[in-house]
């Protein structure tokens, strides 16, 4: 009898485990977001600023590649959006720490929505349908496809622009081209590089937690 009540009894994971596991999960995606955030602000004051235009070579363009590789669609545009809403009430977090609607309906505001815009591609480049992550080749592809689309947003939003004042010469499409977006092709190049780096190595412990 004593042998019999003993193989009988459960031996089931606990629900309050499975539940505080869900739960950190869940933690983790939270603040995973201004985290991301404030990497992006902090990347965006490792400046350069370039001649003529002032567009400054920053650092900012990897973290939000890294936003888009670590957190994926949803939680990655939510930290961009949360990025811009944050410059936007007033709060340092842009290149060379400039803040305020004026700095995203300027020049360079484009490249501030490609942020938002670029998040979701990186992850469909990464990631397969069983849900494992790429190699480093494709990984480095997705860098230089975020920086493209954040350059297909920038450079007509800075030709538009800078073509609003009519006391100006206008700016032809080669010279927003090539300040908008030639001269920053070799830091493109270099920061896809690290960033698929970076990701190769932790994107498979990331995916588990945040994914």
């Not at 920086?147 to 622009?161: D, E, K, M």
Request: hydrophobic share 50%.
């Amino acid at each position: 009898m004593i042998r019999l009540l003993s193989n009988t009894t459960p031996t089931s994971t606990p629900e309050s485990l499975t539940g505080s596991t869900s739960l950190d999960r869940a933690t983790l995606r939270i603040l995973s977001v201004p985290a991301m955030t404030l990497l992006t602000a902090i990347a965006a004051q490792v400046a350069i600023p370039t001649e003529p235009l002032g567009i400054p070579i920053t650092l900012q363009s990897l973290a939000v590649l890294l936003t888009a590789l670590a957190l994926g669609p949803k939680l990655g545009s939510m930290s961009m959006l949360l990025y811009l809403i944050t410059g936007a009430i007033g709060v340092g977090v842009f290149a060379e720490g400039n803040s305020g609607w004026l700095t995203i309906i300027g020049q360079s505001g484009g490249y501030l929505i490609g942020f938002i815009a670029c998040q979701p591609f990186a992850h469909w480049i990464i990631r397969r349908k069983d849900n494992s992550i790429r190699g480093w080749f494709a990984i480095f592809t997705a860098g230089i496809v975020v920086h493209a689309i954040i350059f297909a947003i920038g450079v007509p939003w800075l030709w538009f622009v800078r073509n609003l004042d009519s006391e100006s010469d206008p700016m032809p499409w080669s010279t927003a081209i090539h300040f908008g977006m030639t001269v920053f092709i070799p830091g493109m190049i270099l920061k896809s590089g690290i960033a698929a780096g970076i990701a190769a190595w932790a994107l498979p412990t990331v995916a588990k937690r945040l994914w």
